[in-house]
C-alpha cells in the first residue's frame, strides 16, 4: 500500500495522497516535546514527514504556548492508514515521539 506523503507550500502541510491533512496554525497537545507534561504546541511549520508502520508522523516547528520553548520536534503522530485511507488524530488527542510511549 503505497501513499503520497510529502510537505507542501514550504512547509505549511503535511500532504497525504494529494490532501493537505495537517499543519500550520494548528494547536496540538504534546508529550516530551517541552519541559511540560502535557504541553500546548502551537505548530509553525512542517519539516518532514514520515511513516511508522500505519501511523503517519511529522516533524514540526513550533512554539509551546505553557512554557513558551520554541522548538523542532521529533516524529508525532499526524494520523493513520485504515484500510486504505487516511484517519487523521482525533483533535484532542495528546502526541509523543514514538521513542517515550
Ligand atoms: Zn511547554
Known sequence: MSHSLRTLDDGAWVSVDDRREAGAS?????????DCVVGDLLVEGVV???????????????????CDRETVTGHLPVGRVVEGSYRPLATGAVRAPPNVE
Open 26 to 34: 494548528e494547536l496540538w497537545r504534546v508529550r516530551s516535546v517541552c
Open 48 to 66: 518532514d514527514v514520515g511513516v511508522d508502520g500505519r501511523a503517519v508522523t511529522a516533524r514540526v516547528a513550533g512554539r509551546c504556548l505553557t
